[in-house]
């Protein structure tokens, strides 16, 4: 059991209250590369717990926010959350093999110039030709760490590090929905036209983000992209505005 302000799980994780609708489970040493696997592994054992009044788990690279509704959860809540982490911690060490029940979503992104805006700028700066950087990008598997910059933006990582790319130094006023970009470590997918100082390197037809479906993506879920032809590209796009 942790009490307040003390840590837990090996001194893994610190749990305070944020106000009285919320409560913020943090990795107590912050973070090192990428997403913690067991602050992942943690956000997903809560969702299959289908804990009545949990209305949201707002996952972030070092921190886990619970969303509650304080008319229908526990009494406790703080004490409660502290059950789950200790009935979290049961389970994980007695599972000593991965279980890992991610989605794998297969993306298919154009990386014709007209689309990928950066790439042959991109290719530059990686000192590879535009092939190589394509193939290194497709090649990778990417694990959605966290929602956010705008509706369904996924923050996905990590690029390899021969294709890590800076921002650009002013952002654009104009990024096209289904632009596919590299920011450091990060590779991600703009889900509407906005702003954005990634260096864009290709194009996906899928719509990322629909206001009733919402977010193709979820985080945890694991994303490959596969290379299309731009003939394709406009298939399949005009194919989704037709939806």
């Not at 990582?157 to 590299?182: F, N, Y």
Request: with cysteine.
């Amino acid at each position: 059991m942790v009490s307040l302000g003390m840590q837990s799980l090996d001194n893994k994780f610190q749990v305070q209250l944020l106000g009285d609708h919320a409560i913020l489970i943090k990795l107590s040493k912050g973070l090192n590369a990428g997403m913690d696997k067991d602050l992942l592994a943690l956000a997903q054992f809560l969702k299959a717990q289908k804990v009545p009044g949990m209305k949201d788990i707002i996952l972030a690279y070092d921190n886990l926010t619970l969303v509650y509704d304080i008319l229908h959860f526990d009494t406790n809540p703080y004490f409660f959350v502290n059950q789950l982490l200790d009935a979290f911690i049961t389970e994980a060490s007695n599972n000593n093999a991965s279980n890992n029940t991610a989605r794998l979503i297969k993306v298919p992104v154009c990386y014709d110039p007209s689309l990928g805006i950066d790439l042959e700028h991109a290719a530059l700066i990686a000192k590879c030709s535009i092939d190589a950087l394509i193939q290194a990008h497709t090649t990778a598997i990417y694990t959605v760490y966290c929602l956010g910059f705008l509706p369904g933006f996924a923050y996905m990582g990590d690029v390899p590090k021969k294709i890590q790319l800076p921002r650009h130094p002013q952002p654009r006023t104009k990024v096209a929905a289904g632009s596919v970009g590299i920011a450091g470590k990060q590779t991600g997918i703009y889900p509407m036209d906005s702003p954005g100082g990634w260096q864009i390197i290709g194009r996906t037809p899928l719509k990322i983000f629909d206001p009733v479906k919402l977010s193709l993506f979820s985080a945890g879920d694991q994303v490959q992209f596969d290379p299309i032809d731009l003939a394709l590209f406009h298939q399949l796009n005009n194919q989704a505005d037709v939806c």
